[in-house]
């Protein structure tokens, strides 16, 4: 009677045991965010008198302070704007809200989040939106 009373015993203290450790296991929910880098719908979403274009799959906007303050320098002759779009839906490289078709777009010396911007005697610096 002795060696089953011990058996009880035993296997009560693993039950206990086990749901002590089943009791304090914690359930770990990992949130996953990504982000992105904002598109023409976004970037109008947040200002719709945003003066914006896309390049190589980036939108690029102006009238940034800090941006016309820096001592930069045009590097290269990379393209023009070839398209204008009112609406977010039509934008697609090379696609501009307020530049005109034909717009010169140059590259920076200094920079490559910056690109200058040249028409009918206008010079903007544009930056690239990033992630946010």
Do not use: H
Not at 4 to 32: A, H, Q, R
Not at 41 to 61: K, P
Not at 114 to 130: G, H, P, T
């Amino acid at each position: 009677m002795g060696e089953i009373l011990k058996t009880k015993n035993y296997l009560l203290f693993i039950i206990l045991f086990s749901l002590f450790l089943v009791g304090c296991n914690e359930s770990v929910v990992e949130d996953t965010y990504t982000s992105k880098k904002p598109d023409a719908a976004e970037t109008l979403r947040l200002n719709n008198q945003a003066d914006i274009f896309q390049w190589e799959g980036n939108i690029f906007s102006t009238n940034i302070e800090w941006i016309d303050e820096l001592d930069i320098n045009e590097d290269k002759y990379i393209g023009e704007i070839q398209f204008n779009a009112t609406k977010a839906e039509g934008f697609k490289n090379g696609t501009a809200n307020q530049l005109p078709i034909g717009a010169k777009i140059y590259s920076v010396n200094e920079r490559d989040d910056i690109l200058i911007v040249k028409y009918d005697n206008v010079v903007k610096r544009y930056l690239v939106q990033s992630e946010g």
